[in-house]
């Protein structure tokens, strides 16, 4: 049988990887470490994903941990990182509207808003301190955090990142919160979303601004108003 003390302990200390791992994404401007760390934070919702597995002896969980490692952990990583080791692009200084301490503090004033408000709409059960409840309100608040990724910076690749976060997030929630069908479903869909947007920015604009990559589209005729008449 499984020890609940043992697999608490461990559940915790793979939730302040999680955290950890968002708040460096948030801040860092280096992009070859961004990928990096997207990978850790994708490895640390697999070992989540198998100590669910373990403690409540459940072959799906199993089965989402093996495709979140194949492809959060291994192939979406080495696919960005490739590109980019081509195309020489190391880092996104530019960022919109935010600093990254001003970032840090919103995202830690989100986390304790959806702390509170879960707090009251899960009450009074589950339980305030338990497991399921901490990974609901971090599952939220990292696609929070993707979100302000996607809306602080400047270079389309870091905002495909955020949106790969915010997935993570939706992946974390749904392990917690969520029937486990609905989860598989809905993450199919992002994946998709997400693949698509991948392919295009790769092939057209991966080192571009969103202005630039606009620009880019323009010669493709993707964006021109059909205003012209005769």
Known sequence: MSDPAFFDGLVKILFV???????????????V??????????????????????????AILLA???????????????????????????????????SPASSLLISLA?????YITLSRVFSPAPAEGSLFFFGAVIGISLVMM????TFSRKKAITKV?????????VLL?????????????????IDLVILILLTTILTVGIDSTLED?????HRFYLWEDQEESP
């Open 173 to 189: 929630f749904g392990l917690f919160a969520t029937e486990l069908p609905f989860i598989i479903e809905f993450l199919i869909v």
């Open 213 to 217: 990559y606009h620009n880019r589209l």
């Open 64 to 98: 989402i941990a093996l495709l979140t490692l194949v492809f959060k952990v291994i192939v979406i990583p080495y696919f960005i990182a490739t590109v980019q080791e081509k195309i020489r692009i190391k880092r996104d200084i530019e960022f919109h509207f935010l």
């Open 146 to 149: 993707g979100m302000m990724v």
């Open 110 to 114: 989100l986390m304790i808003v959806v």
């Open 33 to 58: 470490s961004l990928v990096r760390v997207y990978a850790l934070q994708s490895l640390s919702l697999v070992a989540i994903a198998l100590a669910l597995a373990w403690y409540e002896n459940a």
């Open 161 to 169: 990142l955020g949106y790969l976060s915010m997935e993570n997030g």
């Open 17 to 31: 990887c999680v955290i950890v791992t968002s708040a460096y994404i948030i801040t860092t401007r280096n992009l």
